[in-house]
């Protein structure tokens, strides 16, 4: 199997937006629902071209299975489909968020998300901040630091 990663086009942001969705309710139950689905298809129509920040996908078999959304070295979100999480999705992005930022990237992650935490952990990033919940979401969130060795 062959992960493909390219930068999203538009055409693509109905499997973003229902991935975002899914990896949400199914990895992350704790979080509250803040947007409908509507809404949130509407913000990811949103982000994909017209914003200075670079949405990436990765496609397993033609399917989308993980997005990520790179803002210089700010790494917004990676998300996998919890049904492709173990088949070296995340760290397809990952690889390429590094390349296109090879010296540093930041990024925030809850608290409570304990598998994006060893994820980030085992790839070389360092917890360097933590926040009580200043997020939408109210949640305690933790900020992340890669740094080329």
Known sequence: ????????????????????????????????RLYTERETREWFATIVGDRPEVCWIARLNGKVVGYM??????????????????????????KKAKSLSPNRLVLWTF?????ARAFYEARGFLAVASTDGR???GLPDVQYEWQEP
């Open 111 to 115: 608290q409570q998300n304990t598998r």
């Open 1 to 32: 199997m062959k992960i493909e990663i390219t930068e999203a086009r538009q055409t693509d942001t109905p499997a973003i937006a229902t991935l975002h969705i899914k990896a949400r309710r199914l990895a992350m139950p704790y979080l509250p």
């Open 135 to 137: 997020n939408e979401e």
């Open 69 to 94: 959304v790179l803002d210089g070295v700010n790494l917004d979100h990676l998300y996998v489909d919890p049904d492709a999480q173990g088949q070296c999705v995340g760290s397809s992005l990952l």
